[in-house]
């Protein structure tokens, strides 16, 4: 069963500050990732997917990247705002299932 | 515009009760999905299903229930089975290797 792990659980650091976020997977036979944004409440909001056979994926101030075969990805968020507060989740499918990390909860201090 | 809907965004349930959570998507995904998010948790999976008339348990699909009449609609039942039900729960569609798409959220609350 594909594992996915989040570290940090939680992240705060003062506004305009780059940041990385890791999720790590146990099984490599995986076809893409996707990380997701999460608001408190709220359902989940799809930020970038990064397909296998890609090294990285960008979108504005976010950098998604991911290394197959060490299991990893990262999430870089450039020049962080207040609004990037929320909780970054990563998700993973693997065979007919998703298998989501437990998320690193984010806060940004103006 | 496209999206998947789910409702109601509350739901109280008193013991004993069955209890139904709907999910709406009118993206033609083939593929939805139930998860359970708890405090603290990450999304554990319900139930899902690939295609109409078919699905399959998740991790956690004890006291839980479903069905697939339609490709659009995937509608969760919890059960009186489920000793524990208050969480927030999600519900998500994918086209193949592609996006999967969240809906809001319904919140269960026992009562």
């Known amino acids: 069963k594909q594992e996915v792990t989040q570290i940090p659980a939680a992240l705060s650091v003062p506004e305009g500050e780059n940041l990385v976020l890791n999720c790590s997977f146990t099984d490599s036979a995986i076809y893409n990732l996707q990380w997701f944004r999460q608001d408190p409440g709220k359902g989940l909001t799809s930020l970038l997917l990064?397909?296998?056979?890609?090294r990285e994926q960008t979108s504005g101030r976010l950098n998604a990247s991911l290394d197959k075969s060490s299991g990893r990805s990262t999430l870089y968020i450039a020049a962080s705002q207040p609004g990037d507060s929320a909780t970054y989740l990563c998700?993973?499918?693997?065979?007919?299932?998703?298998?989501f990390g437990t998320g690193t909860s984010l806060t940004v201090i103006p | 515009d496209g999206g998947i809907t789910q409702s109601p965004k509350y739901l109280f349930r008193k013991e004993g009760q069955n209890v139904t959570l709907s999910c709406e998507q009118n993206l033609n995904h083939d593929a939805m999905y139930w998860y359970r998010q708890d405090p603290g948790q990450g999304l554990r999976l319900i139930y899902y299903?690939?295609?109409?008339?078919?699905?399959q348990k998740g991790d956690i699909a004890e006291g839980y229930s479903v069905s697939r009449e339609k490709k659009e609609s995937f509608p969760l039942t919890v059960t009186s089975a489920q000793k524990n039900p208050t969480a927030f729960y999600l519900c998500?569609?994918?086209?193949?290797?592609?996006?999967?798409?969240f809906g809001q959220g319904t919140r269960l609350t026992v009562v």
């Open positions: 299903s690939q295609i109409v008339n078919d699905f």
């Open positions: 998500a569609s994918r086209r193949d290797q592609f996006w999967a798409f």
């Open positions: 998700a993973v499918p693997t065979g007919n299932q998703f298998y």
């Open positions: 990064i397909q296998s056979s890609q």
